[in-house]
């Protein structure tokens, strides 16, 4: 109830998102989203559209991001795929071309810093926690 299906309409003029009236006696919108969206913008951004917050699932948003995290960061992009072994973690293998760009500078060290805190972060998530 806060626009957030709004806001994505307002970001991208291909989004028809239903929005609802703002209530005159709360002075705010009412929930109208009832399932949670991922929605890629038209410049590649990728977006969550949410019901309210007090049904919002974290934990089946972070098994998303577990399983696609490498692609969240964009300076691995020109890298991923061309690792040595599929499933690569980019944490740790030999054969890596993310830790070889990281090796070679076209990765800053910073940002590879992040992703291994996020790695460690998510790294209890087990798939089979997924609500099916």
């Known amino acids: 109830g806060v626009g957030k299906s709004s806001i994505l309409n307002a970001l991208d003029t291909d989004f028809h998102l ?8 709360l002075g705010r919108g009412r929930h109208t989203t009832r399932h949670v969206e991922l929605h890629r913008l038209s410049c590649g951004a990728e977006v969550v559209d949410t019901p ?3 049904s919002f699932d974290g934990a089946e948003l972070n ?3 577990k399983r696609r995290l490498p692609e969240t960061f964009r300076e691995f992009a ?5 690792c040595r072994f599929v499933g ?3 944490t740790r ?3 890596c071309a993310v830790l070889e ?7 800053q060290k910073s940002r590879h810093d992040s992703y291994l805190r996020l790695c460690e972060e998510l790294k209890p998530l087990q798939d089979w926690q997924e609500k099916k």
Not at 18 to 25: F, H, R
Not at 101 to 107: F, H, T, V, Y
């Open 88 to 90: 690569c973690s980019h």
């Open 63 to 65: 098994l998303e991001l």
């Open 18 to 25: 239903q929005v609802g009236e703002v209530s005159t006696a």
């Open 78 to 82: 020109p890298f991923l795929g061309q």
């Open 93 to 95: 293998e030999k054969g």
């Open 52 to 54: 309210g917050f007090s």
């Open 101 to 107: 760009a990281l090796r070679k500078g076209d990765i």
